[in-house]
């Protein structure tokens, strides 16, 4: 059972910052991995799929890298509509676990 | 544009059993695999069960296997989550998603509903 680890669990920053999350998976699952972002009482929104491809209608300023067992998640320049809760979730089996998130709040 | 509407949730006793429905429109429905996700703030996101878009394979998770029954109904462009057998530790957020492809093996999501909240207690 592939096992998901994220980090930092929270994450102060400010408009403008480079920001990154790192997800590492148990095991390696390739580059299937994806990343989504979810604000308070809303559902999950899909960003990246396949570690590094950008969903479509998703800002430039969002990208994925990495591959195996390490991953990260960039944010070029945050913008105030970002400050939310990030999660990873590997696909490599059916039991596609999740990541237990990333709070990016505002330093 | 995808809209995935969840259904069915409330109040139920452990033991009892609830039925949750996801109507799902701007897309063709038969051509694409769905799921249901939960969220607790304990446990966070929990993908729960999948569906291929032909209806003929499902999967589940562990802490479901046995108690859990996720099928569709086509004509209605509706996926459903039969629970039985509920237990306290069943409480959260019942998410509908809709996976990109037929396949329900493995993927991720890449449209979500709004979630349907469903608490078990006595």
Redesign the interface.
Known sequence: DIQMTQSPSTLSASVGDRVTITCRASQSISD?L?W?QQKPG?????LI?KASSL?SGVPSRFSGSGSGTEFTLTISSLQPDDFATY?C?Q???????????TRVEIK | EVQLLESGGGLVQPGGSQRLSCEASGFTFRSYAMSWVRQTPGK????VS?ISGSADTT?Y?DSVEGRFTISRDISKNTVYLQMNSLRVEDTAIY?CAKL?NSG????????????TLVTVSS
Do not use: H
């Open positions: 299937w994806a989504y809303k559902a999950p929104k899909l799929y969903e999660y979730q696909y490599n089996n059916y039991l596609r676990r999740f990541g237990p998130g | 966070g996101l929990e993908w999948s999967y998770s998410y990109p329900a093996y493995a993927s991720y999501f890449d449209y979500w509903g709004q979630g």
